[in-house]
């Protein structure tokens, strides 16, 4: 019985490909054969066959995107098919490094509040110390 995500045919859903790569077949010899066989063409991570290869950023490119990423941390299609033509990249590719960068930005302005809101605790504890100490000498 097939999943309901898929056929076996297109399917690039992990679980189904498993399933699917398993054969009802009781001859040992040929089972082994056909996982010597899968375990040489595959590479060696465990990513499933249909994922497509990261991306390597030049510095260069980088320095562009960044540029650009300060002028307009939100850049519309056109200038984004603008930059994928200029930098020789697919524009979806430029769309998932903004999204990135952003997520960077959210994560760095989440640790910096926190860092301050660490550092007037602390401040808070010793001007609290100090009082309490000014007190007790009264």
Not at 37 to 65: C, D, E, H, K, M
Not at 118 to 125: G, I, R
Request: aromatic share 8%.
């Amino acid at each position: 019985m097939l999943p309901k995500c898929c056929d076996y045919r297109s399917c690039i859903n992990v679980k189904c490909s498993f399933i699917f790569s398993i054969k009802p077949e009781n001859n040992v010899e040929s089972e082994n054969r056909e996982q010597q066989q899968q375990l040489n063409s595959q590479p060696t991570s465990n990513w499933y066959i249909g994922r497509r290869p990261r991306t390597a950023f030049t510095n260069s490119q980088v320095s562009i995107l960044e540029t650009v990423f300060q002028v307009n941390c939100y850049p519309g299609i056109q200038l984004r098919e603008q930059l994928a033509e200029r930098l020789d990249l697919d524009e979806d590719r430029i769309q998932i490094w903004f999204q990135n960068r952003r997520a960077k930005l959210r994560r760095s302005l989440r640790e910096t509040r926190l860092q301050l809101v660490q550092t007037a605790v602390a401040d808070l504890e010793v001007g609290h110390e100090v009082i309490v100490e000014h007190t007790d000498k009264l």
